[in-house]
Protein backbone atom coordinates (compact mmCIF):
# COMPACT_ATOMS: atom_id res chain seq x y z
CA UNK A 1 0.00 0.00 0.00
CA UNK A 2 1.03 3.45 -1.13
CA UNK A 3 0.33 6.46 1.27
CA UNK A 4 0.39 10.18 -0.87
CA UNK A 5 -0.31 13.55 0.88
CA UNK A 6 -1.62 15.67 -1.59
CA UNK A 7 -1.56 19.27 -1.13
CA UNK A 8 -3.46 21.60 -3.55
CA UNK A 9 -3.93 25.34 -4.20
CA UNK A 10 -7.37 25.43 -5.19
CA UNK A 11 -9.47 28.69 -6.87
CA UNK A 12 -10.30 30.73 -3.76
CA UNK A 13 -14.24 30.77 -4.65
CA UNK A 14 -14.33 27.00 -5.24
CA UNK A 15 -12.54 25.64 -2.57
CA UNK A 16 -15.18 24.01 -1.07
CA UNK A 17 -16.71 22.33 -4.22
CA UNK A 18 -12.49 21.39 -5.37
CA UNK A 19 -12.32 19.41 -1.80
CA UNK A 20 -15.85 17.94 -2.53
CA UNK A 21 -14.81 16.66 -6.24
CA UNK A 22 -11.34 15.83 -4.34
CA UNK A 23 -13.00 13.73 -1.68
CA UNK A 24 -14.62 11.08 -4.76
CA UNK A 25 -11.57 10.29 -6.41
CA UNK A 26 -10.84 6.44 -6.25
CA UNK A 27 -8.18 5.97 -3.96
CA UNK A 28 -8.82 9.53 -1.77
CA UNK A 29 -9.70 8.86 1.37
CA UNK A 30 -9.84 11.55 3.05
CA UNK A 31 -9.63 15.79 2.05
CA UNK A 32 -8.98 18.71 4.30
CA UNK A 33 -9.25 22.27 3.94
CA UNK A 34 -5.88 23.37 5.38
CA UNK A 35 -4.52 26.84 6.47
CA UNK A 36 -1.04 28.50 4.80
CA UNK A 37 0.30 27.93 1.21
CA UNK A 38 -2.09 25.33 0.55
CA UNK A 39 -6.10 25.24 0.58
CA UNK A 40 -6.47 21.35 0.77
CA UNK A 41 -4.48 18.01 1.93
CA UNK A 42 -5.72 15.00 0.22
CA UNK A 43 -4.55 11.73 1.57
CA UNK A 44 -4.61 8.64 -0.83
CA UNK A 45 -3.88 5.24 -0.18
CA UNK A 46 -3.36 3.13 -3.58
CA UNK A 47 -2.43 0.32 -4.36
CA UNK A 48 0.67 0.83 -5.85
CA UNK A 49 3.05 3.29 -7.00
CA UNK A 50 2.16 2.76 -10.50
CA UNK A 51 -0.89 4.07 -9.79
CA UNK A 52 -0.01 7.33 -8.69
CA UNK A 53 0.35 9.01 -11.94
CA UNK A 54 -3.12 7.98 -13.00
CA UNK A 55 -4.61 9.65 -10.28
CA UNK A 56 -2.90 12.63 -9.98
CA UNK A 57 -1.87 13.31 -13.16
CA UNK A 58 -5.15 12.16 -15.00
CA UNK A 59 -7.68 12.73 -11.95
CA UNK A 60 -6.94 15.16 -9.38
CA UNK A 61 -4.96 17.69 -11.79
CA UNK A 62 -7.86 18.14 -14.17
CA UNK A 63 -10.67 18.72 -11.42
CA UNK A 64 -12.14 22.14 -12.50
CA UNK A 65 -10.42 24.71 -9.27
CA UNK A 66 -6.98 22.70 -9.33
CA UNK A 67 -4.45 25.50 -9.63
CA UNK A 68 -1.18 23.37 -8.34
CA UNK A 69 -0.72 20.37 -6.65
CA UNK A 70 2.36 19.50 -4.83
CA UNK A 71 2.62 15.64 -3.56
CA UNK A 72 4.86 14.26 -0.88
CA UNK A 73 4.86 9.93 -0.22
CA UNK A 74 5.15 8.68 2.76
CA UNK A 75 7.93 6.06 3.42
CA UNK A 76 6.90 4.84 7.24
CA UNK A 77 4.12 5.03 8.75
CA UNK A 78 4.02 5.30 12.72
CA UNK A 79 1.23 4.84 15.39
CA UNK A 80 -2.48 5.40 14.53
CA UNK A 81 -3.34 7.27 18.13
CA UNK A 82 -0.01 9.56 17.49
CA UNK A 83 -1.60 10.37 14.08
CA UNK A 84 -4.69 11.02 15.07
CA UNK A 85 -3.62 13.19 17.97
CA UNK A 86 -1.45 15.44 15.71
CA UNK A 87 -4.41 16.70 14.10
CA UNK A 88 -6.10 17.27 17.38
CA UNK A 89 -3.97 19.39 18.50
CA UNK A 90 -5.53 22.41 20.08
CA UNK A 91 -9.50 21.29 19.56
CA UNK A 92 -9.77 20.66 23.26
CA UNK A 93 -10.97 23.52 25.16
Request: no cysteine.
Given at each position: ?????????????RIP????????????????????????????KLP??????DVVTAHLRKLPGILKTQTMLAFRAYSTSALDEGFGIGLDG
Open positions: MVTAIVMVQAERAETAALLAQVKYVKEVYSVTGDWDIVAMLSYDDLD
